[in-house]
């Protein structure tokens, strides 16, 4: 399951919708004076400033901000007069041992869930779009995308009510005298259980964005490989997964950029049913550790470590997929 | 590939023995095969089952709202078989006006919003979708450091409020109004297009916003759609701004009233007997908190169809027709 | 002593968040709420040392007689509402100036246009205060940035105790109007209702050794061990646990396989073990933290061996706290430790469908069969703070509309404040009891209460026996009530202690649920005492030694 968007991605003989990266552009760059290309491309400038415009006032200037993380910061003396304490912050969060221990649990979710996960709603597009009757497949696609709009508290309700220990399955399980179980609060099955809930919360939604790249795909190609005697099995190799390839690769990239951030409010939700021993992840940590007693400096140490290896991580898995012949978010310079 | 395989059944040569076992689904195309029995039986289970997976504790949670405090409490939590039904809970929600106001405020800060951060990324995309075009690198790097740099609340507020955004539907819009992963996913769909049309119009002439508007926004419906929905989903959900940055309770949007009701009843920390609790005959807990979840997701029902129409036409639609 | 980690104060931000069942807020970017404390190390700045000149005086005012009277600091119940209240304001006390003021809610969102509740009010005061209402459950980011942005902070802040910002003591200086020249000693006879709360409830009010909030006031118990009385009498219990052990038997008897005895009674197990708050002052002046106490070892052990024995529900071993009461209202659990708020609370929801549905607390018990000891709550839960300024006819204006607000309960001013305009928010029924309108469920949510509120009084009338119940059981345990060490006094930690609490109490959740064994309490013990808690002790020391 892991190598299924590996493989397809470097499915040499697929289709190419996707255009490869140019590789006759740097040479071509360096000898194209910049007068010529701003008046080729002064168009295409000119439509990202609006964006760049809200992002610099909105994002940028109080990103600013993140200069506490080498304060002592009070909000009420204010940065200017907050003492600066150099990496001490830093030291702090890195000279934890449980802080590891929560980089340890986060990148076993991140892992498992890359695994387990990620790969749920491509099968699931893939499944949708295989049925044929427009009313049914409608009907379902209504239907499997209303869990993302549960909180999180209610989903875990949810499944403590169908599977905790005087829950729906073991009432069953019980009355019949075939013993219990309790999913809820077994430390070891941890993994499973959050994952599972992920699934049922979010797989759903998380296929319109594949389904949109399959509506990409035109009919023709089909009609022409029947001609040529592919079988839908074929088909769905060459046409159909190459089509979704490069959306399935930047979800992977930037899936991976966010390899350090894991479900938050599920996991602080569930924290005493099973320990924070399996529980406790980056942002949990931050958030017991630093946020909750006012300790601007080290959430934002932490929070600024953790986008720099963020960073780092969306700029290596790009380099990879340059490696598989894919454009992923950036081009090859 | 094993989850990719299974939709599709095993790959038996279909075609000579499955027609006259059942009628020929119109929708099917010409050139596609009959599935075979067990792949279909199969694929039916599946879907089944995840359909109830999700109907299940929608029928329980739907079932909660409207039952009364004496079956919720016989059940213990949520009600999986129907008592007593009231709509005590929606009426006290729906009463006194207060919902629908703010059900206003929230359609009209969805609307401008979405048609802002949407415009906004698809003119951002679509001018960083040329491979090797002008400083396409280093705009590319600012957008994505936003994705994994992120400022507090305490300086984002202070800008806000330096801005003199505090109170205004601005502060709903503004502060979150472009996000790089839908810039990034706009961009990826527009790479995708065929280039030798663009590039067909350039010769012939056509500039760029030419290009954008009349060759690939009509061949990108299904992502824009899709982005403006996450946009809007976004937009519609959002509460913590409007805590923040609106102090005026008439201007408040629908997701931070609705949180209100949830609130209601609830016992503080060291309140003792002298707390107040005026209204003794409010609906509280669990009916409220279900009607809240409900009330909140209706919206997106009654819109979700419009927009699922344009990211789920393709292979098929296309094909009948052709 | 930070507020919102006293144990005694019921239940912690995390609980309280379960509680309201809107989980935590999502980000790690967003402000905390706990108390945290300055970066200062120097305790003389943050010490809450009250000095007594500071305080107002006391001068008790009882309009009406209680039936069941305070004693030992119990709350006084009333079993009739009087017929006639009184009017204590014969004038309007304010001069016609507006304020803004900025409160949580916990409760539907009123309207703040055309809303009679409001109108009456403000008519009634003589001033307009122009609400800024914000969601309780997320108050505590609001007030960190507010609070940060001193040009948008309004003329009226409250502030609950659970809530109050990280380094508020920066924040208090230079923010807040020091209400000392108006309140102190006999300065407060212009304000007769503020002068009619006890002196304890002020003490809560002094930062830095200034007068610097006025209170809600709160209760000397603030949580109790309830248990379902009319399912005990249907089984026949009719004996009374008197000890931890008998506590244990009766939790192992009341189990079957559909019912389980209670939900988590931790603290049920350090209300019956006497655990300290925070800190034990020993005979040789030095102190002792908590968790070093045998009686914290011995609750944990008592809780684990609860949890070992299956006598908790499966929901509550998962730490479900959010449906706790659902849980035992449906008497899925029979046993459930609460806030004395609590009680009542339930009999709004059962009475009306289940008339015979009651639930009493256990008297105090103490672990071997002794005398119990409670340690006394916080004073004051909720807190107003009047933003600093020049003006201080401004101020005075606001304490007389404060007076107005804190009228005790028998005046119309109480009614008006609690129950609304009657025929328009409350129609009087038989018992002389106000019964709310549906006006009342829109217009008339509790906010001018969070800016100035009276001692409490039980009038809870409406439900049959319950005010009886209540007064005399507290009445009873008041008996019992001892201050705990550094009572009453607004202390702010340095931050950088404030990490200490979370490994203690994740161990007390994995000790309790057998996940880990008590023998990992020393090691706990030992790692508190290295990573802080010795300088944290030494810093209490200091507050200690100052007084």
Redesign the interface.
């Known amino acids: 399951m892991t190598s299924s968007t590996t493989t397809v991605a470097t499915a040499p003989e697929a289709v190419a919708t996707a255009p490869r990266p140019q590789r006759s552009t740097p040479p071509l760059r360096r000898t194209v004076p910049l007068r010529t290309r701003w008046q080729r491309d002064r168009s295409l400038v000119v439509m990202t400033l609006p964006a760049l415009l809200l992002l610099g006032v909105f994002a940028y200037v109080p990103m600013a901000g993140n200069i506490v993380a080498w304060q002592d910061y009070s909000p009420y003396v204010g940065i200017a007069e907050s003492p600066f304490v150099a990496w001490d912050n830093f030291a702090r969060v890195l000279g934890s041992p449980a802080f590891l221990h929560a980089v340890r649990n986060t990148l076993v979710i991140t892992g498992f869930q890359l695994v387990f996960y990620f790969p749920i709603p491509i099968a699931l597009a893939l499944l949708l779009n295989s049925v044929l009757t427009p009313a049914i497949r409608t009907t379902i696609q209504s239907i499997v995308y209303l869990p993302h709009f549960f909180s999180w508290v209610l989903v875990v309700t949810i499944f403590q009510q169908m599977f905790g220990g005087a829950g729906l399955v073991n009432q069953i399980l019980t009355r019949n005298g075939w013993g219990s179980f309790d999913l809820m609060t077994n430390p070891d099955t941890f993994l499973l259980l959050i994952t599972s809930q992920a699934i049922w919360k979010d797989a759903g939604w998380g296929i319109i964005i594949f389904l949109a790249a399959l509506s990409t795909v035109d009919p023709a190609l089909y009609e022409a490989s029947v001609v040529d005697g592919a079988n839908r099995w074929r088909r769905m190799w060459h046409i159909t997964l190459p089509a979704l390839r490069p959306v399935v690769v930047l979800l992977l990239i930037l899936r991976l950029g966010d390899a350090l951030t894991v479900g938050f409010e599920q996991l602080i939700l569930q924290r005493g049913a099973v320990g924070a021993q399996v529980s406790e992840v980056i942002d949990t940590f931050v958030y017991y550790q630093g946020v909750i007693n006012g300790d601007w400096g080290f959430a934002t140490a932490a929070g600024l470590m953790k986008g720099v290896i963020s960073l780092l991580l969306v700029l290596g898995a790009n380099k990879l997929a340059h490696a598989f012949g894919e454009a992923g978010v950036y081009q090859r310079a | 590939m094993t989850t990719v395989s299974t939709p599709t059944g095993p790959q038996t040569p279909a075609l000579p023995v499955a027609p006259r076992r059942r009628p020929r689904n119109r929708h099917r195309p010409v050139w596609q095969e009959q599935p075979s029995l067990p792949g279909a039986v199969a694929k039916g289970l599946v879907l089944t089952l995840i359909c109830l997976a999700v109907l299940f504790p929608l029928y329980t949670v739907v079932l909660t709202s409207i039952s009364t405090q004496a079956t919720i409490t016989e059940a213990g939590g949520l009600v999986t078989v129907p008592g007593e039904i009231t709509l005590a809970a929606y009426r006290q929600i729906l009463a006194g006006g207060i919902v629908t106001r703010a059900t206003m405020v929230s359609i009209g800060v969805t609307t401008v919003g979405t048609l802002l951060s949407t415009t906004v990324s698809v003119l951002c995309a679509y001018g960083l979708s040329r491979p090797s075009s002008l400083w396409h690198r280093p705009i590319l790097f600012v957008l994505v450091i936003t994705m994994f740099f992120s400022a507090g609340m305490i300086p984002t507020y202070l800008l806000v409020s330096g801005l003199g955004l505090i109170d205004t539907y601005w502060a709903l819009i503004l502060p979150g109004a472009v996000s790089a992963f839908n810039v990034l996913i706009l961009r990826n769909f527009f790479m995708g297009l065929d280039p030798a049309i663009t590039e067909a119009a350039r010769i012939d002439g056509a500039g760029d916003w030419r290009i954008l508007g009349r060759i690939v926004l009509p061949m990108s419906k299904a992502v824009v759609a899709v982005v403006a929905l996450f946009y809007g989903v976004g937009y519609w959900n959002a509460f913590f701004n409007a805590m923040l940055y609106i102090n005026d309770n008439a201007k408040w949007p629908l997701q931070l009233v609705l949180r209100s009701y949830v609130l209601q009843g609830v016992t503080l920390p060291g309140s003792g007997v002298g707390q107040v609790d005026v209204a003794t005959g409010a609906v509280t807990g669990l009916p409220v908190k279900m009607a809240v979840m409900v009330l909140a997701v209706v919206p997106i029902l009654v819109v979700y169809p419009f927009v699922q129409r344009h990211f789920t036409k393709g292979v098929i639609f296309g094909a009948v027709k052709g | 002593m930070t507020p919102?980690r006293a144990p005694v104060?019921?239940?912690s931000?995390?609980t309280?968040l379960?509680?309201?069942?809107?989980?935590?807020?999502?980000?790690?970017?967003?402000?905390?709420?706990?108390t945290?404390?300055?970066?200062s190390d120097a305790p003389s700045s943050s010490a809450g040392v009250a000095s007594d000149d500071v305080l107002p005086a006391y001068l008790p005012l009882d309009y009406v007689e209680p039936d069941f009277p305070s004693v030992n600091g119990s709350?006084a119940g009333f079993a009739t509402i009087p017929s006639e209240l009184v009017q204590a304001y014969e004038t309007p006390p304010g001069s016609g100036s507006t304020f803004t003021a900025?409160t949580p809610?916990?409760?539907?969102?009123?309207?703040?246009?055309g809303n009679q509740y409001y109108d009456a009010v403000n008519a009634a005061i003589g001033s307009t205060i122009e609400?800024?209402?914000?969601?309780?459950?997320?108050y505590g980011?609001?007030l960190?940035?507010?609070?940060?942005?001193a040009?948008?902070v309004?003329d009226w802040v409250c502030i609950?105790?659970?809530n109050i910002?990280?380094?508020f003591d920066?924040?208090v200086e230079?923010?807040f109007e020091d209400l000392t020249p108006f309140l102190a000693g006999d300065a407060v006879r212009s304000y007769p209702h503020l002068a009619n709360i006890p002196t304890d409830v002020w003490r809560f009010c002094v930062f830095d050794g200034k007068l610097k909030a006025l209170p809600f006031?709160?209760?000397i118990i603030?949580d109790a061990i309830f248990y379902r009385d009319d399912v005990f009498e249907e089984e026949g219990i009719t004996e009374l646990p008197t000890t931890a052990e008998e506590l244990l038997e009766l939790c192992a008897e009341l189990t079957n396989?559909r019912r389980?005895a209670a939900n988590d009674l931790w603290n049920a197990a350090t209300l019956i073990h006497g655990v300290v708050p925070k800190w034990r002052i020993e005979d040789d002046g030095t102190l002792t933290h908590r968790i070093e106490t045998e009686e914290y070892r011995a609750a944990l052990e008592w809780n684990a061996r609860l949890f070992a024995q299956g006598s908790v529900?499966?929901?509550a071993?998962?730490?479900?706290s959010?449906?706790a009461?659902?849980?035992f209202?449906?008497?899925?659990v029979l046993i459930s430790s609460?806030?004395?708020?609590?009680?009542?609370?339930a009999l709004?929801?059962?009475l009306?469908?289940?008339p015979t549905y009651s639930q009493r607390p256990f008297p105090p018990v103490a672990a071997d069969g002794g005398t119990p000891v409670l340690w006394k709550?916080?004073p004051a839960?909720?807190l107003s703070f009047i933003k600093a300024t020049d003006d201080k006819d401004k101020v005075a204006e606001m304490l007389a509309v404060a007076d107005f607000l804190a009228a005790p309960f028998g005046t119309t001013e109480y009614a008006l404040i609690?129950?609304?305009v009657e025929g328009v928010?409350y129609e009087t029924d038989d018992q002389g009891l106000p019964v709310?309108t549906?006006l009342?469920?829109?217009?008339?949510?509790?906010t001018y209460?969070f800016l100035a509120?009276p001692?409490?009084?039980?009038a809870?009338v409406?439900y049959p026996g319950f005010v009886e119940a209540?007064c005399t059981w507290m009445a009873d345990a008041a008996q019992y009530v001892q201050d705990p060490a550094f009572f009453g006094m607004q202390i702010t930690e340095p931050?950088?202690f404030?990490?200490l609490n979370?490994?203690i109490e994740?161990l007390e959740?994995?000790i309790s649920?057998g996940?880990?064994s008590i023998d990992d309490l020393d090691a706990a013990i030992e790692t508190w005492r290295s990573s802080g808690g010795e300088e944290l002790r030494q810093f209490y020391q200091d507050v200690l030694d100052a007084q």
């Open positions: 919102s104060g019921g239940h931000r995390r309280f379960t509680l309201v069942g809107a989980g935590v807020v999502g980000s790690a970017a967003l402000a905390g709420c706990r945290g404390g300055s970066g709350t900025m809610l916990w409760g539907a969102i009123p309207p703040t246009v609400f800024q209402i914000s969601d309780g459950n997320t980011d609001k960190a940035a507010v609070l940060a942005s040009d948008d309004p609950p105790t659970w910002p990280p380094r920066q924040a230079s923010l006031p709160g209760e603030t396989g389980w529900h499966p929901d071993v998962a730490d479900n959010g449906d009461k659902a849980r209202e449906s008497g899925q609460d806030g004395v708020g609590g009680w009542h609370e709004a929801r059962q009306g469908s289940n709550g916080n839960n909720i609690n129950y609304g928010h709310p549906e009342a469920a829109t217009e008339l949510q509790p209460v509120d001692p409490v009084v039980n809870k409406q209540f931050n950088r404030g990490s979370q490994p994740d959740k994995d649920r996940r880990r």
